[in-house]
């Protein structure tokens, strides 16, 4: 992999700006962004408690350290961080940088083949997939097991999903196959199915794994195997859609969210012959759960959608719904409607018409394959020149800044585990992992993410992890000393190794600035095991890092 250790541009990117100005942080808030934010924001109780504990015992030591002569600061290397097309990729296609994951492109000969090895994951070892699978027995339990335990009032149905968004997240923080879990939670996103809806808690993970099983193949696949599974249908009411009371709910937002769009023109007449089409596919719901294919219940007679026309005559229709749900796939309003998604997502909040309609071509033009659409976006002038035009959303937040602090989830024991804690921490900053109620899925655009109350949550959640406080159980952090370069440091220099391996480049005048304030060291300021920023102030520092437009970005 090119590395590089030149000075970026101190100019931040534009949604930074935006993104600190929303937050009313003030007009200079890019040098002020922690001095005065990260020491003490309101949040959980626990992580509160222990912060006020830390400030007290800082308060009454905090010039102990001045009677121990200071060695020579040792010059050192500043670590090599990645060139800035590089940085780019992982940011957008990772749950963010990590030196780990520096050194994964380092090993595969650069960017461009750890990006081709990422995109065939089954090359790709999944060891924390066979670690983790166990930490919590709803994800591999099946529908019989989950209900019973329902029904028993061992784990409600409710858990179940929310442990699945758990492992999901801790899944982007460790796992290998980076590009797969950033393509799930897309597609997770697109065909949306919330955890918390009526019923689908039996059927969540098993949706989720289904998602991976199909996220970096073809779309008509990936579509087919959603539309008919039974949390989608449980969720959007054709589990229970029969040929004398069709239920409306999943053909439309087929139509509308998941494929053609609005813009195609389709009438009630096509979203009536949609929800005809797909009777028959059946779950008994509240008794036994069990998932069927009902002949008797699917409506027959001529169906014709947005050109799309068949006789559907056969008592079972599931040949019909295959071909009409690879019609739709095919359709060059879906194929508009994928790659503007796309773009959105990887690129930028208003991506050009130019790039859309090039992705909606490729896409079309390999049968709606997706790993092909990924290339042409990756390789785009335009996605070159996006750096920080992406906010993260509160859970790539949280799993980003797990994986900038190294902090390693073991697994859960009981209680405030830090792996169950996890959503707790991701939606005080705003929205769980799944947990958007509505069926278009969680918005991916700055303005929905900028809000002071988002910024102030997620301040809090940088500051307890960067001091370990919070969660505090079956999680290991780094030590304050471990992240000393060297034994005797300046601190420009220290806030420069700092900025590298957690952010993935060198130190801006901004970020130093910032950094001094925050801690009242010069950049002259020796920095030694028992100086008083590693004994009581390392959580100030890393958050300035943390609070950056910079980690806030993507």
């Known amino acids: 992999m090119h590395q590089t250790t030149e000075e970026p541009p ?16 003030g007009a200079a808030a890019t040098a002020t962004v922690s001095a005065g934010l990260v020491a003490g924001l309101p949040g959980e109780a626990t992580a509160a408690t222990g912060r006020r504990r830390k400030k007290r015992r800082h308060k009454h030591h905090r010039h102990h350290h001045a009677t121990t002569p200071t060695p020579p600061p040792v010059v050192i290397t500043p670590p090599l961080v990645p060139e800035e097309r590089s940085l780019l990729v992982l940011e957008r296609f990772t749950g963010g940088w990590s030196p780990t994951l520096g050194d994964e492109v380092a090993a595969a000969g650069g960017i461009d083949r750890w990006f081709a090895g990422q995109l065939d994951p089954a090359g790709i070892p999944d060891d924390f997939y066979t670690a983790s699978s166990s930490w919590w027995f709803s994800l591999l339990a099946s529908t019989d097991e989950l209900w019973a335990r329902d029904r028993a009032g061992t784990e409600g149905m409710w858990v179940a999903s929310a442990n699945y968004e758990r492992w999901s997240m801790l899944r982007r923080m460790y796992s290998q196959r980076q590009v797969l879990e950033t393509m799930a939670s897309f597609w997770e996103h697109h065909l949306h199915v919330p955890v918390d809806a009526d019923g689908v808690g039996l059927f969540r993970s098993d949706y989720g794994r289904m998602i991976r099983d199909h996220a970096l193949g073809r779309f008509d696949t990936l579509l087919q195997a959603a539309i008919t599974h039974p949390a989608m249908g449980v969720y959007l009411g054709n589990a229970v859609s029969t040929k004398k009371a069709p239920n409306e709910n999943l053909g439309r937002e087929l139509l509308e969210l998941h494929t053609v769009g609005r813009a195609s023109g389709y009438t009630e007449d096509d979203v009536k012959s949609s929800a005809r089409i797909l009777t028959g596919y059946r779950v008994d719901e509240w008794k036994t759960w069990s998932v069927l294919y009902d002949p008797t219940a699917h409506w027959t007679g001529p169906v014709s959608v947005l050109g799309f026309s068949d006789p559907n005559a056969a008592a079972d229709g599931q040949a019909v719904t295959a071909a009409y749900l ?90 405030s585990s830090a792996a169950n804690a996890l959503l707790w921490q991701t939606e005080a900053i705003g929205l769980r992992p799944f947990g958007w109620t509505r069926p278009d899925g969680r918005p991916d655009r700055a303005e929905a993410w900028s809000s002071v109350s988002r910024m102030l949550g997620s301040f809090d959640a940088h500051y307890s992890l960067s001091g370990g406080w919070w969660p505090s159980k079956d999680v290991v952090y780094a030590a304050p000393v471990d992240w000393l370069p060297a034994a005797a440091v300046r601190f420009d220099a220290l806030v420069d190794a700092l900025s590298r391996r957690i952010l993935g480049r060198p130190a801006t005048d901004v970020l130093q600035t910032a950094a001094g304030q925050a801690t009242g060291c010069a950049p002259a300021t020796v920095i030694t095991a028992d100086h008083g920023l590693v004994r009581w102030d390392m959580p100030r520092l890393l958050t300035v890092l943390l609070d950056s437009p910079i980690h806030f970005t993507r």
Not at 346 to 364: G, K, R
Not at 384 to 398: H, N, Q
């Open 326 to 415: 690879s019609y739709l796939a095919h359709h060059p309003g879906t194929a508009r409607n994928v790659a503007h998604k796309l773009a959105v997502r990887f690129v930028s909040d208003d991506p050009s018409p130019e790039l859309v309609d090039h992705l909606a071509q490729v896409y079309l033009a390999n049968d709606t394959a997706i790993v092909p659409v990924l290339r042409a976006l990756v390789a785009s002038d335009e996605f070159a020149g996006s750096a920080g035009a992406k906010m993260r959303t509160p859970d790539e937040d949280v799993v980003a800044t797990y994986r900038a602090l190294g902090v390693r989830v073991q697994a859960p024991t009981a209680g």
């Open 10 to 25: 101190a100019q931040e990117p534009a949604l930074s700006r935006r993104l600190l100005a929303r937050a009313a942080v």
